[in-house]
């Protein structure tokens, strides 16, 4: 478990994954989001993480076990360390499709900072 309380996790939780379940489903579906990450041949990482914060978003704060509370955590940590190392050219990078696997669209808005 993270060294952060849970209202800590729920704070940047919600402020870091800022695409919807279905914005998020349809962008696993693209070869753009498959076209990314680490795996060993089969499902990167990051898009295997995708799918978990769907069903995480998709489920009531007071229902998630401690293994969602793990996981969240761990999407926020990337998400962090990876906004700090914004690229000189973001848009249609792997840098960008990488940070959409995990929920965070830093085009949107409120971006990374």
């Given at each position: 478990m993270s060294d952060?309380?849970?209202?800590?996790i729920w704070d940047e939780?919600?402020?870091?994954?800022n695409m919807a379940p279905a914005e998020l489903e349809?962008?696993?579906?693209t070869e753009e989001s498959k076209s990314v990450g680490d795996s060993d041949g089969g499902e990167s990482t990051g898009h295997k993480s995708g799918r978990r914060i769907v069903?995480?978003?998709n489920t009531n704060k007071d229902d998630l076990s401690?293994?969602?509370w793990d996981h969240m955590a761990k999407v926020?940590?990337?998400i962090a360390r990876h906004c700090a190392q914004v690229p000189k050219d973001p848009e249609q990078s792997d840098w960008e499709y990488s940070?959409?696997?995990w929920g965070h669209d830093p085009l949107k808005d409120d971006g990374c900072a």
């Open positions: 952060k309380s849970r209202d800590e939780w919600q402020e870091r994954v349809d962008w696993l579906e069903e995480i978003k401690d293994n969602d926020v940590g990337y940070l959409k696997n």
